[in-house]
Nanobody, 114 residues
Framework: VQLQAYGGGLVQPGGSLRLSCAASGSIFGIVARGWYRQGPGKQREFVATIRVGGSTDYADSVKDRFTISRDIAKRTVYLQMNSLKPEDTAVYYC?????????WGQGTQVTVSS
């Protein structure tokens, strides 16, 4: 099973983007779906997660600006990003956590710049 992330791009500060990440097939035992990011010269960091029961968590830096959601039937997780800031510039990766393995997408570039 592969994860395909898309929706990144160039956006001005204050703008919005919606990222999507779709799984190519069914994954048994999913515990959570989430997003991580890696900015220039930085380590990969947690952004948001949505657990199998629907509860969510966010990094403090994106709280109240980003919203994670999912469509189980489409095997897809989304990240709605509003009020984007230059410091949000990064490659965004999706991750599906399952009981037996973790699955990572290939990353999609988000650049926030005027």
């Amino acid at each position: 099973v592969q994860l395909q992330a898309y929706g990144g791009g160039l956006v001005q500060p204050g703008g919005s983007l919606r990222l999507s990440c779709a799984a190519s097939g069914s994954i048994f035992g999913i515990v959570a779906r989430g997003w991580y990011r890696q900015g220039p010269g930085k380590q990969r960091e947690f952004v948001a997660t949505i657990r199998v029961g629907g509860s969510t968590d966010y990094a403090d830096s994106v709280k109240d600006r980003f919203t994670i959601s999912r469509d189980i039937a489409k095997r897809t997780v989304y990240l709605q990003m509003n009020s984007l800031k230059p410091e949000d510039t990064a490659v965004y990766y999706c991750k599906f956590t399952a009981t037996r393995a973790d699955y990572w997408g290939q990353g999609t570039q988000v650049t926030v710049s005027s």
